[in-house]
């Protein structure tokens, strides 16, 4: 086997840890942006002050996504350096 070089397990792996991160980051920021829209909602907020919800919502979400996204990536790549 060529050193240095991954595996084809060791890219799959990797491919699927990807879309992992990738799908729950997404779920993980419609959620946090879907409770946003319920309080929204809930409290019958209107015009501008439904807007900056909506707004902070979303920036929330994406936020939130990021960071799932960067730590599932990272959690991958630590267990990888340690050969698990």
């Known amino acids: 086997m060529d050193m240095g070089r991954e595996s084809r397990w060791e890219k799959d792996a990797?491919?699927?840890?990807?879309?992992?991160a990738l799908v729950t980051a997404v779920a993980l920021a419609a959620?946090?942006?879907?409770?946003a829209l319920a309080l929204?909602?809930?409290?019958?907020?209107s015009g501008s002050a439904e807007k900056g919800v909506l707004?902070?919502?979303?920036l929330?979400?994406?936020?939130?996504?990021v960071w799932r996204?960067?730590?599932?990536?990272?959690?991958?790549d630590a267990q990888r350096r340690r050969g698990h």
């Open 40 to 45: 929204a909602l809930a409290f019958g907020i």
């Open 55 to 58: 707004v902070g919502g979303a």
């Open 69 to 76: 996204l960067v730590r599932v990536l990272r959690r991958f």
């Open 31 to 35: 959620a946090v942006f879907v409770v």
């Open 14 to 20: 990797m491919t699927v840890e990807i879309v992992f």
């Open 60 to 65: 929330l979400g994406a936020a939130a996504g």
